[in-house]
């Protein structure tokens, strides 16, 4: 079960658009959608369903902003209101679903559940996008696993010593005890490790911003989960004894990452994960660089998360153990849960 | 004698109403519950159709005499209006008899 009447990332606008005039068919808390360019040029997303004989609209192309079947040629508008279809007469035909969408931070957002009560009041803020002292890369993969397994592995970082021993994992994560708090509806996990010895992503970055890759550093990492799937990571290192997190840009390279998770299925999401930074943030090439590194450690939590799920899903009576390393999630599950128990007992399913 | 001519008499009280089919004079009963379509494909006529939901226009048929009850969503208010065809899957009669060109 998902949390519907929120706002989820379905995908890049450069995702869209590199299709050209071909709509993109996306699954999103199980619902079946075709996302295309309107006439006003806006995003609209529609039920991906033909009202016709059922065909996905999504095999079809964007015409003058109606989304023609790629079976028949009716046409769909972003209301989901047939336009109009060769040799017929379009007014009885029945509507299919439109979505609510919002085009913002780069991102097309889109809102699966209850219509009526989408609200574009309740789309996240984020400072470091559409910032010009931040500089953002990211990616997408599609993982096939449950998004809560996906929460879990952002909200508990000593996975980093093991699955990214090459990249971004050391011991000092696992000798560093964590501390999780719940603020309202944001579930906050932090680990501060001091004098330690930077691992190499986090050399290169330092490099980068022309601190010497050597040095001792306080390091950490503060992951913040906020509902319904939204994981922001402070992450960085700083020169040892100058502060850490709150040390001064010079003495420091720092960023976010930004996880947003959409569910796809009950054993599959969508991931847009990415790096925002405070340094250098004109350097392109540093930007492809940091998501090239990013995107193969992201690859190894995918690999891990979609061969767990393989395994629960072959046992799903077997019960999992939940650690103190894994408080970040099982609080970041209570508010799913919460949210949707409210969702649910008003009224609102889709 | 009865001179009363049933085209433009309203219709029964219980809904029902009869269709002469023009060519042959052939006069039929249709029920309350009953559409014209399913009253002619009972007394053998293959009378065409496909969505039978008043949205494809595949059963439009032209009325000779009588008045449309339109239930449809394919004619325009405007055609709807004029009454001089109806279509034969969901529409009904105000008048106890609809003459009809089949």
């Excluded at chain 1, 003495?251 to 054993?267: G, L, R």
Aim: proline content about 5%; glycine content about 10%; aromatic content about 8%.
């Amino acid at each position: 079960m998902f949390i519907k009447n929120t706002w989820y990332v379905a995908c890049t606008l450069t995702e869209l658009e590199a299709l050209g005039d071909k709509p993109l068919g996306r699954t999103i808390c199980n619902e079946k959608m075709a996302f295309f360019k309107g006439p006003d040029g806006q995003v609209a997303a529609v039920e991906d369903f033909c009202p016709h004989r059922g065909a996905p609209l999504s095999l079809g192309k964007v015409c003058k902003g109606h989304l023609q079947c790629g079976y028949h040629g009716l046409e769909m508008g972003v209301d989901g209101k047939t336009v109009q279809m060769p040799g017929q007469r379009v007014r009885g035909f029945p509507a299919i679903k439109s979505y609510a969408v919002v085009e913002r931070y780069g991102f097309v957002w889109v809102w699966p559940g209850d219509q009526a009560k989408a609200d574009v009041a309740q789309m996240p803020v984020f400072e470091f996008f559409d910032n010009p002292a931040w500089a953002y890369g990211g990616g997408l993969y599609h993982v096939q696993a449950d998004y809560r397994l996906m929460i879990d592995n952002l909200m508990d970082l000593t996975h980093e010593t093991y699955v990214h021993a090459n990249s971004i994992g050391q011991p000092e994560i696992d000798e560093t005890p964590c501390t999780t708090t719940v603020e309202g509806d944001q579930v906050i996990l932090q680990r501060h490790m001091e004098g330690i010895q930077a691992p190499p992503f986090w050399q290169m970055a330092m490099s980068a911003n022309g601190l010497d890759p050597q040095a001792k550093v306080d390091r950490w990492q503060i992951c913040r989960f906020t509902p319904p799937s939204h994981i922001m990571i402070d992450v960085g290192v700083a020169l040892a004894g100058k502060g850490g997190f709150d040390a001064a840009p010079e003495h420091k390279a720092y960023s976010v990452v930004v996880d947003f998770i959409t569910p796809e299925t009950e054993s599959s999401h969508w991931y847009h994960w990415g790096m925002a930074r405070q340094f250098k943030p004109d350097d392109a090439a540093l930007t492809d660089k940091i998501r090239a590194g990013q995107g193969g450690i992201f690859n190894e939590d995918m690999e891990m998360l979609q061969l767990q799920q393989a395994n629960i899903s072959k046992w799903p009576d077997r019960k999992l153990l939940m650690l103190n390393i894994d408080s970040g999630g099982v609080q970041s599950r209570r508010i799913i849960d919460r949210w949707l128990a409210l969702e649910n007992t008003t009224g609102v399913t889709a | 004698m009865n001179t009363t001519d049933l085209t433009q008499t309203p219709i029964a009280a219980d809904g029902s109403f009869e269709i002469q089919l023009q060519k042959s004079g052939q006069i039929l009963q249709v029920g309350k519950e009953q559409s014209i379509l399913k009253a002619l494909q009972d007394a053998g006529h293959d009378a065409p159709f496909s969505c039978a939901e008043g949205i494809c226009g595949t059963c439009l048929t032209s009325v000779v005499a009588g008045k449309p009850d339109h239930w449809d969503s394919y004619l325009t208010p405007e055609e709807q209006e004029k009454g001089d065809c109806i279509m034969l899957c969901c529409s009904r009669s105000q008048t106890a008899r609809l003459v009809l060109d089949l």
